[in-house]
C-alpha cells in the first residue's frame, strides 16, 4: 500500500480554495464529516491538525509542524478517506469517540466481548446504516471500543485482526 | 567466571543478588492517564477479578496472577505492562506539558508513552529508533495508549536531526540506551548466553554517541536522563564519564522511591588491562539491583545542559 512507502506528511488544506491535490480531504471537511456522523463538536479538534500521507489515511496530531514533513510517524491515524464512506480508526474511536453523541451503539458485555473478538451480530438498531461508534460499560461509564458497520440488521466488527482479543 | 560474578564485587549482598536474578519477575503495569485515571483503572480492574498491588511508583500497579494483555481496561488503552524500573527514567526526566522532549532509543515505546502522559499529551514528544520493524511496534503501542503528540523517526540517534522540528533545542531529552541487558535476567535469561564483552565494548561506543548529540540538541539548563538495564560499569558510569568530558553538562543528584546504590568511581575487571576511574560526581547516578526492590537491574543518571 502507498501509505506504507511514502513517509511524508502534507497538512491538510484549510479549505477546498487552497486545495492543491484534488482528492486530499481538508481539514473543514473532516471536521464537518466528524460532527455530522458523530455529532462531535468542531472544538473538540482545535489544537489538532490533520495530516495525509499516502492517498487517503489521515493522521490527527496535537500540534504544529512546516508541512510537508518526511518522518516515520505523526500522531495517530485517525481516518481513511478517498473512498465513498470515510472510515474513522479504532484508536481515534477510542480517543475521541467519547465526544459522540449520534451513530454510536451500546453493547452489553456478551456482546461487546464479540465484537472485540471480531464477531458479527445481529442486533437493531435505530441510527443511520455505516460506520458506528460502538461503547460498552467499563468502569461505570460507556466507553467506546471501536468501529462497527450497521447494515441490514447486522453489527459487523471492524476491529483490526491485530486489535481482537478473546476476553 | 559466569556474567553476573562479574559484578559480585559491585554488591553487597552476593547470595541475594544471585538468588534475585534467578527468579522471575512479577509483571507490573502502567495506568495511561492520556485515556483514563488511576481511580478509573483501579475500578475496572476490580471488575474485571484481576488482583492488584500498589508499587512505589505512583501509577504502578504489581499483578501478582496475571499478564497484561487479555482484558478490557488493556484493550481500552488504560494499561501498559511496565515494569517498575522500567518507569524510572521518565520519571527522572520529569518533563512538563508543553514541552520539546526527545526520546532517543525509543521503540517499542513503554518510555515514550509515558512521557506523553506525563506531558499531557501536549508539546512536541519526537520518539527515534534506527530499526524499522520496533518503530512499527513503537507507533502501535502509542496508537492503543492514544498518544497524539509524538513524532516518529527512523535514523542513527547519533546523528539525529532537528530539521523537521524547526530546528529548535529540546528542553529534554530521555537516553535510554540499548545495553547488554543482564538486569532484563529475571525476564529473560537467554541474555546471559548472548553477551560478550566485545558487545559491551561496542555497545559503550554506540551509548556515548548517542548521550552526546543528546546534550548537543537539549538547551541550556535542559535536562537529559541517561538509562540502560546493564550493571556493566562500561555502559554506564565510563560512558557518563566520557560525555562530561567531552560535552557540556553537569551530573545532577535526584531522589527515586526505590532502593539504589550510588554510581561507582572506580571499576577493576579481568577484560580491563588497568582499572578504570571515573570523575567522582558519577556518585550522582544510581545503580538499582533486582534483590534490592524485587526488581530488575538498572542504571540511571540524571544531567544538566551547562552550555
Redesign the interface.
Known amino acids: 500500500m502507498s501509505d506504507d512507502v511514502s513517509t511524508r506528511f502534507d497538512r491538510l488544506p484549510e479549505t477546498a480554495a487552497e486545495r492543491t491535490v484534488e482528492e486530499r480531504a481538508t481539514r473543514a471537511e473532516v471536521l464537518e464529516w466528524f460532527e455530522e456522523r458523530f455529532g462531535i463538536e468542531p472544538a473538540v479538534f482545535e489544537s489538532?491538525t490533520f495530516w495525509e500521507r499516502g492517498a487517503g489515511k489521515i493522521w490527527?496530531?496535537?500540534?504544529e509542524?512546516?508541512s510537508p514533513?518526511?518522518?516515520?510517524?505523526?500522531?495517530?491515524?485517525a481516518l481513511r478517506t478517498r473512498q465513498e464512506h470515510w472510515k474513522p480508526?479504532l484508536?481515534a474511536v477510542?480517543?475521541f469517540g467519547h465526544h459522540a453523541n449520534r451513530n454510536r451503539i451500546h453493547l452489553t458485555e456478551e456482546r461487546a466481548k464479540r465484537f472485540?473478538a471480531g464477531d458479527d451480530q445481529e442486533i437493531e438498531f435505530e441510527g443511520d446504516w455505516g460506520y458506528l461508534i460502538v461503547t460498552h460499560d467499563?468502569?461505570?461509564?460507556p466507553?467506546p471500543?471501536g468501529v462497527g458497520l450497521y447494515t441490514y440488521g447486522e453489527l459487523r466488527s471492524m476491529v483490526p485482526k491485530?486489535?481482537r482479543?478473546?476476553? | 567466571m559466569t556474567v553476573l560474578e562479574r559484578y559480585e564485587p559491585l554488591v553487597d549482598d552476593v547470595a541475594a543478588f544471585h538468588e534475585a536474578c534467578e527468579r522471575s519477575l512479577p509483571a507490573a503495569v502502567r495506568v495511561n492517564t492520556i485515556k483514563t485515571t488511576v481511580d478509573r483503572a483501579k475500578t475496572a480492574l476490580e471488575d474485571a477479578g484481576i488482583a492488584f498491588e500498589g508499587s512505589p511508583l505512583p501509577g504502578l500497579f504489581r499483578l501478582p496472577d496475571d499478564q497484561p494483555g487479555a482484558n478490557w481496561p488493556y484493550v481500552h488503552g488504560w494499561l501498559h505492562g511496565q515494569e517498575e524500573v522500567s518507569a524510572l527514567p521518565a520519571t527522572v526526566l520529569g518533563p512538563q506539558p508543553g514541552e520539546r522532549v526527545w526520546d532517543a532509543c525509543a521503540a517499542p515505546g513503554s518510555k515514550t508513552t509515558q512521557l506523553g502522559a506525563l506531558m499531557e499529551d501536549t508539546g512536541l514528544l519526537v520518539g527515534t529508533d534506527n530499526n524499522m520493524g520496533r518503530v512499527s511496534a513503537l507507533r502501535s503501542n502509542a496508537e492503543r495508549l492514544g498518544v497524539t503528540s509524538l513524532a516518529l523517526t527512523v535514523e542513527d540517534s547519533r546523528n539525529h536531526s532537528l530539521k523537521p522540528f524547526d530546528g529548535e533545542l529540546y528542553d529534554r531529552a530521555l537516553v535510554d540506551a540499548p545495553c547488554s541487558c543482564e538486569g532484563t535476567v529475571r525476564k529473560n535469561p537467554d541474555v546471559l548466553a548472548e553477551w560478550s564483552y566485545d558487545q559491551v565494548a561496542g555497545t559503550a561506543g554506540v551509548q556515548k554517541g548517542i548521550l552526546g548529540r543528546a546534550v548537543q540538541a537539549t538547551r541550556e539548563g535542559g535536562t537529559v536522563v541517561y538509562s540502560t538495564c546493564t550493571f556493566a560499569p562500561e555502559e554506564n558510569e565510563a560512558v557518563l564519564d566520557f560525555v562530561l568530558e567531552a560535552e557540556s553538562c553537569r551530573l545532577v543528584p535526584f531522589e527515586i522511591p526505590l532502593d539504589a546504590t550510588p554510581g561507582i568511581t572506580e571499576w577493576a575487571a579481568d577484560e580491563l588491562d588497568e582499572p578504570m576511574v571515573f570523575d567522582p560526581s558519577v556518585e550522582h547516578a544510581k545503580r538499582i539491583y533486582p534483590h534490592h526492590n524485587d526488581t530488575g537491574g538498572f542504571f540511571c543518571a540524571k544531567l544538566e545542559v551547562t552550555g
Do not use: K
Request: aromatic share 6%.
Open positions: 489538532y490527527i496530531y496535537h500540534g509542524l512546516d514533513v518526511d518522518i516515520e510517524g505523526l500522531g495517530m491515524t480508526t484508536e477510542q480517543r472485540m467499563l468502569a461505570g461509564e466507553e471500543i491485530g486489535r482479543r478473546e476476553l
